[in-house]
């Protein structure tokens, strides 16, 4: 029988490959108590954000539960930070306005888009949309391609450079490790505990958490009574994040 | 046949040769014992020690997608026991001493899962 190299080579490597790990046996669960929601969204009330030391506060809080090390520097990492009103709603700035909003600092996160760009991107399926609107990060499958980091509109996202060497590690969020695309994620796990945002929870009220798909939950009741902003809105990511000014 | 085989088969020869030789070397010793020591804290693992020490990267894989991409957080083992799917507030709360408990076996059967590249565990003062 002639052997083709093909037909060597494919025998042999179904040969070498490994038999599927045997399936777990236990069953899987959501968490008693874990909050859940139609389309999670975010309202920030800026008017309530003027004090400087309320948002350093809310962003040292994250990024010190998240341990994300926010060296100043072009390599500079974060969740959330904070612009004046004119860089992060640039197409939305009249020619002329009140100078205290013009140089208002904002808080900028993920927007979690409902079409976001970052997923479509993403070769790995390491970014992920959730049923919920979340948008996820799997740091196990990422493999720090930064396409994401491209397609984003809002900078939300940042890379591992380096190893992050922390002073101190917040043992319940693991580090992420070099080569490794982060953000902001609702605080997912949180959520799964019953437990809001961290930012939400530090923010004094000046940031609420809620389902914008049920009429009665608190961010509906403060976008039905204010005017807000989202963040380039002509680009059709359909942002979750929402700004009261 | 393959073409080629002939002339190839010397340099076949050499290499089983030398494969056969770490086999010979090792005659009469002994592997090491790869039961890893038992947890520090607790009475059973979340499955039984044989699931456990034929399946745990598995079991391990399947939590991990399950938390993350499926936001499943809460694991039945097929006993009924319900457990919090975390490496760090289950595993570790037993599993004190990772360089005892994972790092042996590991070591000996040259695996070096990359799970300890993110999860942390701050070991007891020995």
């Given at each position: 029988?002639?052997?083709?190299?093909?037909?060597?080579?494919?025998?042999?490597?179904?040969?070498?490959?490994?038999?599927?790990?045997?399936?777990?046996?236990?069953?899987?669960?959501?968490?008693?108590?874990?909050?859940?929601?139609?389309?999670?969204?975010?309202?920030?009330?800026?008017?309530?954000?003027?004090?400087?030391?309320?948002?350093?506060?809310?962003?040292?809080?994250?990024?010190?539960?998240?341990?994300?090390?926010?060296?100043?520097?072009?390599?500079?990492?974060?969740?959330?930070?904070?612009?004046?009103?004119?860089?992060?709603?640039?197409?939305?700035?009249?020619?002329?306005?009140?100078?205290?909003?013009?140089?208002?600092?904002?808080?900028?996160?993920?927007?979690?888009?409902?079409?976001?760009?970052?997923?479509?991107?993403?070769?790995?399926?390491?970014?992920?949309?959730?049923?919920?609107?979340?948008?996820?990060?799997?740091?196990?499958?990422?493999?720090?391609?930064?396409?994401?980091?491209?397609?984003?509109?809002?900078?939300?996202?940042?890379?591992?450079?380096?190893?992050?060497?922390?002073?101190?590690?917040?043992?319940?969020?693991?580090?992420?490790?070099?080569?490794?695309?982060?953000?902001?994620?609702?605080?997912?796990?949180?959520?799964?505990?019953?437990?809001?945002?961290?930012?939400?929870?530090?923010?004094?009220?000046?940031?609420?958490?809620?389902?914008?798909?049920?009429?009665?939950?608190?961010?509906?009741?403060?976008?039905?009574?204010?005017?807000?902003?989202?963040?380039?809105?002509?680009?059709?990511?359909?942002?979750?994040?929402?700004?009261?000014? | 046949?393959?073409?080629?085989?002939?002339?190839?088969?010397?340099?076949?020869?050499?290499?089983?040769?030398?494969?056969?030789?770490?086999?010979?070397?090792?005659?009469?010793?002994?592997?090491p014992d790869l039961a890893p020591p038992l947890a520090e804290k607790g009475?059973?693992c979340?499955?039984?020690?044989?699931?456990m020490a034929?399946?745990h990267?598995?079991?391990?894989?399947?939590?991990?997608?399950?938390?993350?991409?499926?936001?499943?957080?809460?694991?039945?083992?097929?006993?009924?026991?319900?457990?919090?799917?975390?490496?760090?507030?289950?595993c570790f709360s037993c599993h004190t001493r990772k360089s005892a408990f994972c790092d042996s076996c590991h070591a000996s059967l040259?695996a070096?899962?990359?799970?300890w590249?993110?999860?942390?565990i701050a070991e007891a003062a020995e």
């Open positions: 029988m002639s052997l083709s190299r093909r037909r060597f080579l494919l025998l042999a490597s179904s040969a070498l490959a490994t038999p599927p790990a045997a399936a777990a046996g236990g069953q899987y669960l959501a968490a008693p108590g874990a909050l859940s929601a139609g389309r999670w969204a975010l309202v920030m009330d800026t008017r309530r954000l003027a004090r400087p030391e309320l948002r350093e506060s809310i962003i040292n809080a994250c990024h010190a539960f998240h341990n994300v090390l926010s060296r100043p520097g072009p390599r500079q990492m974060a969740w959330i930070r904070q612009q004046d009103f004119s860089s992060v709603f640039t197409d939305q700035v009249p020619p002329v306005m009140p100078a205290e909003l013009s140089s208002r600092k904002i808080l900028i996160l993920c927007n979690h888009c409902a079409n976001p760009p970052c997923v479509r991107v993403c070769p790995t399926g390491a970014a992920f949309l959730r049923e919920d609107g979340i948008v996820g990060m799997d740091f196990h499958r990422c493999i720090g391609c930064r396409y994401c980091m491209a397609a984003c509109p809002f900078g939300a996202r940042s890379f591992n450079f380096e190893k992050p060497r922390l002073a101190a590690v917040h043992p319940a969020f693991p580090p992420r490790t070099r080569g490794v695309v982060e953000k902001c994620t609702f605080c997912a796990e949180r959520l799964a505990a019953g437990l809001p945002p961290l930012c939400v929870e530090v923010s004094e009220g000046a940031i609420v958490f809620g389902d914008l798909q049920d009429p009665s939950s608190p961010v509906s009741a403060l976008l039905t009574e204010n005017f807000s902003l989202r963040r380039k809105p002509e680009l059709g990511t359909q942002p979750g994040v929402y700004y009261i000014l | 046949m393959i073409p080629g085989l002939r002339r190839a088969l010397p340099g076949v020869a050499v290499f089983a040769a030398l494969a056969a030789c770490t086999f010979f070397r090792a005659r009469g010793s002994a592997f009475s059973s979340v499955e039984d020690r044989a699931f034929s399946s990267m598995a079991l391990l894989a399947g939590w991990r997608d399950a938390a993350v991409r499926g936001n499943t957080r809460r694991y039945v083992a097929l006993d009924g026991r319900a457990w919090e799917i975390s490496l760090e507030k289950t040259l070096s899962p990359s799970c590249e993110c999860h942390v």
